[in-house]
């Protein structure tokens, strides 16, 4: 059974839940559109050129890490006049672009560490399943 994801959006759906060794959790998201809007010049697409994988932490379920498994698109733009020729799936409002993390992700951690300091806020968020180094959780900062 296929899941919607990201709250309102249907544009993707959760398909498979995978649990790693260790209990850690994978949510395997496959998108459902059929054509996506290139971000130059607006244009839909329908011409797929690539798929690659993200893999994101995302917020814990019940104390297990959560890691998202993305199969992102590239896309070809047809438009003689955009600037841009091939371009990424964009996963606004769940991801940002390039993000090693959900947006929801970031912001509890960058919540920890505004809370707790940062040794403190890498500990609360080790407790919490969503691990992170005290530098990277500086980062966010
Ligand atoms: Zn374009």
């Known amino acids: ?7 309102e959006s249907d544009e993707w759906c959760i398909v498979l839940i995978v649990v790693e060794r260790g209990g850690s959790l994978v949510l395997v998201v496959e998108p459902t559109r059929q ?6 010049c607006g244009e839909l ?3 797929q050129h690539s798929s690659y994988d993200l893999r994101p932490l995302d917020l814990a379920w019940r104390g297990h890490t ?9 896309w070809f733009c047809d438009v003689p006049s955009c600037p841009g020729k091939i371009f990424a799936e964009r996963f606004d409002g769940m991801l940002a672009r390039y993000a090693r ?3 929801g992700t970031t912001e509890l951690l960058t919540a920890f560490a505004l809370q707790a300091g940062g ?3 890498a500990r609360l968020a080790r407790k919490a399943g969503v691990p992170i180094s005290l530098d990277t959780l500086l980062r966010l900062l």
């Open 101 to 103: 993390r959900t947006n």
């Open 66 to 74: 959560v890691r998202l498994r993305v199969h992102s698109r590239r």
């Open 35 to 40: 054509a996506v809007p290139c971000p130059k």
């Open 119 to 121: 040794e403190g806020g």
């Open 1 to 7: 059974m296929a899941v919607p994801f990201g709250g």
């Open 45 to 47: 697409s329908r011409r």
